[in-house]
């Protein structure tokens, strides 16, 4: 948490691997990623961390379905093209576009797209999500329906979830918040665990 150009995209940013430590190093699943070579970094970031941004992020020219699908065939060692194709079906019936599969980002409201993108951030199973201001561009019936399927698929698929966010609303839900003011940690609360999410109701 924190207030904007508080250092909590930056902080994201170097979590992933995606920008260098000035100095220190940053160890991402056990793997120092500061001096990695960028193919072998892609490899591990691919592999091991899936995104959730504030602009969704999704690539115009391809479908709901062929958007959630790409960074597994983008990953060599994922398993077979029927495998990846049920399981991005199974991602995005999950998430309340079974009837939207087929449909191109311009197609799309915002909170469906956030939809597409949250299915695509866990098609890989990683182990640790990184979410940027995921509900930032969204209205506040959207921004809910977005956070209940982020922390119901967080908890069905037991990953590691990074929320980055200015809303108290939304940091509520974590069981541990820290807060950055102008680059700094001020502050480290790990809370009691929390109850089980429930699946959200969603339109399928």
């Not at 995104?51 to 060692?77: G, K």
């Given at each position: ?14 979590l ?16 120092v990623i ?40 983008l ?43 949250l ?78 999410v ?7």
């Amino acid at each position: 948490m924190g207030a904007s150009g508080s250092g909590k995209s930056t902080l994201l940013g170097l979590l992933a691997g995606l920008d260098d430590p000035t100095s220190g190093t940053v160890a991402l699943n056990g793997t120092v990623i500061s001096n990695l070579a960028e193919d072998r970094l892609a490899q591990l970031r691919g592999r091991t961390i899936g995104f959730v941004f504030q602009s969704y992020q999704l690539i115009p020219t391809l479908t709901a379905l062929e958007n959630v699908l790409l960074p597994y065939e983008l990953n060599d060692d994922s398993g077979g093209q029927k495998a990846g194709l049920e399981r991005a079906r199974e991602l995005l019936v999950s998430v309340g576009l079974s009837a939207r599969m087929d449909h191109y980002p311009v197609q799309l409201s915002g909170g469906e797209q956030q939809r597409v993108a949250l299915a695509r951030a866990f098609i890989l199973r990683p182990p640790i999500v990184l979410a940027d201001e995921p509900t930032g561009n969204l209205d506040t019936v959207n921004g809910e329906h977005i956070l209940e399927l982020l922390l119901h698929l967080n908890h069905v698929e037991g990953t590691t979830l990074v929320l980055v966010t200015h809303d108290p609303a939304l940091a509520a839900h974590a069981r541990r918040v820290i807060t950055l003011r102008d680059g700094l940690v001020v502050s480290d609360v790990v809370k009691a665990a929390a109850p089980p999410v429930s699946a959200p109701s969603v339109g399928l």
